[in-house]
């Protein structure tokens, strides 16, 4: 099931209600269970009503005064669809292929239907035989309909749940300005204003979500009382096991190097259910900042803040309010020095501390140079013909371990990095890039790769390696 439909966060109930509503219905005859209702449509959601599906395909469920607002309906394990609660009571027929048709409950419901309706046509178009291309296809056209049906229902209440539909980032804009219209057309409805809140919350400007984690001490510890102790502080969500988080923790480093004086801190919170684990990859990567580490796995903090994926990157400032959320690691250092100016020239003890050297001396400039200048299309056909991924790690490790003395937590640290830089010199290697075309590419990956071992290695392990590259003696 695609993630914009199965990841949906929907709204809190709204109270038009002033009666009991009856909610009754028949699944079809032989169906057997029961039928469950969500307040919120969630990566995990839990029922907060059911009832029980008789003999005959019938069921009820009568909701008291106040209980206003969007449910979602389910039949047993099926797709939730939603409804809307109001004055009237609604009949749901479940049809032949399990879509549940409401009847009654006025424009709101009839709003819903359509929108259901589209909902599983989308569904059934991405079965798991259709090809990418009828995917794409099928999801542009469920968004066009979307947002003609937001259009077109602006001051309907249940249009709420079409937004919640529509892309949260790519959207923006334009549920932005259906929920400002919804707002004035329906400024008493509490469920229109608990949308707007929701889908406002994480904006920039607003305050941080709290969330708890564990220290390496192990002492309970929450967000709010972290932000205020820097100017600002990036909060780094990353896992042991995730490959990209490992990459991303040498430019940070430098990042840190070079605005730890002008007010920057970090924060890292791993994701990572294991305490063992976690300490000895701290110890490994020697992150000179404060960590922690969820109790859950990252699943409370991931629903706060709408993200299902690491490394996530999150910048708050010294209000405890929201900077910028899900940045990217290239991104970061522009948007640092836009909020704290050109970063500082770091003392060589600084540096030192910190095993960096920010600004690179003109002997590692004229090695780098002279090591991503030779003929490395002639280099790499010869390297990567035939050569699989694990190969390439170890022979690339078994080199680096001959003439580096290397420390254990440096080898997995630059073991992390090598499945994507394999990966990146294969697209190049089996790619249609004229001779000159790829030369420059093959540059830019060794300049990468060469920037990474910069942060891995000490400062005089990281020379050597240069000298012995450049003399071709590895």
Not at 329 to 335: G, I, K, M, S, T
């Amino acid at each position: 099931m695609n993630k914009l439909i199965c990841l949906l966060l929907l709204l809190p109930l709204g109270s038009f209600a002033q009666k009991a509503v009856l909610v009754r219905g028949n699944a079809g005859k032989g169906n057997k269970g029961q039928i469950y209702f969500y307040e919120k449509q969630e990566r995990v959601s839990k029922p907060t009503d059911s009832c029980t599906i008789k003999p005959d395909g019938s069921f009820s469920k009568t909701f008291s005064p106040g209980a206003s607002g969007a449910r979602f309906i389910a039949a047993n394990n099926d797709q939730p669809y939603a409804i809307w609660l109001g004055n009237e009571d609604l009949m749901i027929s479940y049809q032949p292929d399990g879509f549940p048709e409401i009847n009654g409950g006025g424009t709101e419901n009839k709003l819903l239907n359509v929108m259901n309706k589209a909902k599983l046509t989308y569904a059934n178009s991405m079965s798991g035989n259709s090809p990418d291309s009828i995917r794409r296809g099928a999801m542009g056209k469920f968004q066009g309909s979307l947002k003609i049906l937001a259009k077109q229902h602006a001051d309907v209440p249940s249009v709420v749940c079409v937004l919640q539909l529509l892309n949260r980032e790519e959207d923006k804009a334009f549920v932005s300005e259906i929920a400002s219209s919804l707002q004035k057309s329906q400024p008493d409805n509490p469920g229109v204003q608990e949308f707007i809140a929701e889908y406002t919350r994480l904006d920039p400007g607003h305050p941080a979500i709290d969330f708890r984690f564990l220290t390496l001490e192990g002492q309970n510890e929450s967000l709010t009382t972290i932000l205020g102790k820097a100017k600002y502080t990036l909060v780094d969500f990353w896992g042991t096991y995730c490959v990209p988080c490992r990459e991303g923790i040498p430019g940070i480093k430098k990042l840190y190097g070079q605005y730890k004086e002008k007010g920057l801190g970090i924060l890292a919170i791993s994701l990572d259910r294991k305490d063992d684990i976690w300490k000895k990859s701290v110890a490994e990567e020697d992150m000179p900042w404060a960590q922690g580490r969820t109790e859950d796995g990252g699943r409370e903090v991931m629903e706060k803040y709408r993200f299902n994926g690491i490394p996530y990157l999150a910048l708050f400032n010294q209000k405890g309010e929201i900077v910028a959320l899900a940045l990217q690691h290239e991104e970061l250092e522009q948007r640092l020095k836009g909020l704290m100016g050109a970063p500082a020239e770091l003392l060589n003890a600084a540096a030192e501390e910190h095993g960096l050297s920010i600004i690179p001396s003109e002997e590692e400039k004229a090695l780098v140079a002279k090591i991503t200048s030779g003929d490395l299309n002639a280099k790499y056909s010869a390297l990567l013909k035939g050569l699989s991924q694990e190969q390439y790690i170890s022979n690339y490790m078994k080199v680096l371990e001959q003439n580096l003395d290397l420390k254990e937590y440096q080898k997995g640290k630059i073991s992390w990095s090598l499945p994507a830089n394999f990966r990146d010199l294969q697209e190049i290697y089996k790619g249609k890039l004229g001779l000159k075309e790829k030369q420059e590419a093959y540059r830019k990956i060794e300049e990468k790769q060469l920037g990474f071992l910069r942060f891995a290695l000490k400062k005089e392990q990281y020379e050597k390696y240069l000298r012995l590259r450049a003399g071709k003696k590895i």
